[in-house]
């Protein structure tokens, strides 16, 4: 065989790897979360934000597709996944999904909300939990020392079941603040996603302890994210990195609290960077 033709045969073997990798391939667990997956190797699951769907990581989903098997998935009630209608855990939804998918063991990204569900599984399925990277963190069990401003606003519109003006209450706030390109979409995810605002409260089942009374006994290898604008999660972010033996903290200037969608580049970066460290 000619040099040529070797030369088009492994072009044409990289070119149908490359799009294998990037094949996506969705679907629902038996309990209702609806999640997809992309790529191949080590596994890293993507946990979204409250008001949010997946489609948050979409630019995340591509560039760690490269290297790895990427999962991502949406929160009860949100996007895509089946809502409340009996008692139920965000990190039994997580766990369902990695059951689901036959994954022993992942790296959890989880920002806001998202952090919440990865935190409690570092402390409660540490077996399964490679590495722990969080941004914008709310661990459970965290109580601020002031309610944020909005929260007067948020209750009013919760108790006269005006969603829309909820939505709107939350996207004026600093929490959803993100660049131009990004807007359109945070918009579409924080209205469409309204309906977890009906889920009966009482349903919702937290983890057998709170995170913040026990952040010493984690010890996955964990990575700690926080925008210098995301103004109500920062002292999460350094009990989080001063209490969890080793954790690392990145501080990205100008980020918000969406700090994906505000930081992309920063945020791939600090996130490759921690991937690759041994």
């Known amino acids: 065989m000619?040099?040529?033709c070797f030369a088009v045969i492994a072009m044409i073997v990289a070119v149908t790897s490359s799009a294998s990798a990037q094949s996506i391939r969705s679907g629902k667990t038996a309990t209702g979360i609806a999640y997809d997956v992309r790529?191949?190797?080590?596994?890293?699951?993507?946990?979204?934000?409250s008001n949010l769907d997946r489609r948050m990581w979409d630019r995340e989903a591509q560039w760690l597709s490269g290297t790895r098997t990427v999962v991502r998935y949406d929160l009860r009630a949100?996007?895509?996944?089946?809502?409340?209608?009996?008692p139920f855990s965000h990190l039994a939804d997580l766990i369902s999904v990695l059951d689901e998918l036959k994954i022993a063991k992942a790296t959890?990204?989880?920002?806001?909300?998202?952090s919440t569900v990865a935190i409690d599984a570092a402390l409660e399925v540490p077996e399964r939990v490679e590495r722990l990277i969080v941004a914008g963190p709310a661990p459970s069990?965290?109580?601020?020392?002031?309610?944020?401003?909005?929260?007067?606003?948020?209750i009013a519109a919760?108790?006269?079941r005006d969603y829309t003006k909820l939505s709107e209450v939350l996207l004026a706030t600093?929490?959803?603040?993100v660049p131009p390109a990004s807007q359109a979409l945070v918009r579409e995810m924080v209205t469409k996603n309204d309906r977890m605002w009906t889920i009966d409260r009482s349903?919702?089942?937290g983890p057998s302890q709170p995170a913040m009374g026990r952040l010493e006994s984690i010890k996955t290898p964990t990575l700690v994210l926080i925008g210098d604008k995301d103004e109500f999660q920062q002292e999460p972010a350094e009990q989080l990195a001063k209490r969890i033996p080793g954790a690392r903290i990145v501080r990205i200037a100008n980020g918000g609290h969406l700090l994906n969608l505000t930081s992309p580049k920063e945020f791939q970066d600090a996130v490759t960077s921690f991937l690759l460290a041994r």
């Open 108 to 114: 959890l990204l989880g920002l806001s909300a998202g």
């Open 2 to 4: 000619k040099p040529a």
């Open 203 to 205: 349903l919702m089942r």
């Open 158 to 160: 919760l108790q006269a």
């Open 174 to 177: 600093s929490v959803f603040a």
């Open 141 to 154: 069990g965290y109580v601020p020392a002031q309610a944020p401003p909005f929260v007067k606003d948020m």
């Open 39 to 49: 790529g191949a190797g080590p596994v890293v699951v993507l946990l979204t934000g």
């Open 78 to 86: 949100h996007g895509e996944s089946d809502t409340a209608t009996a």
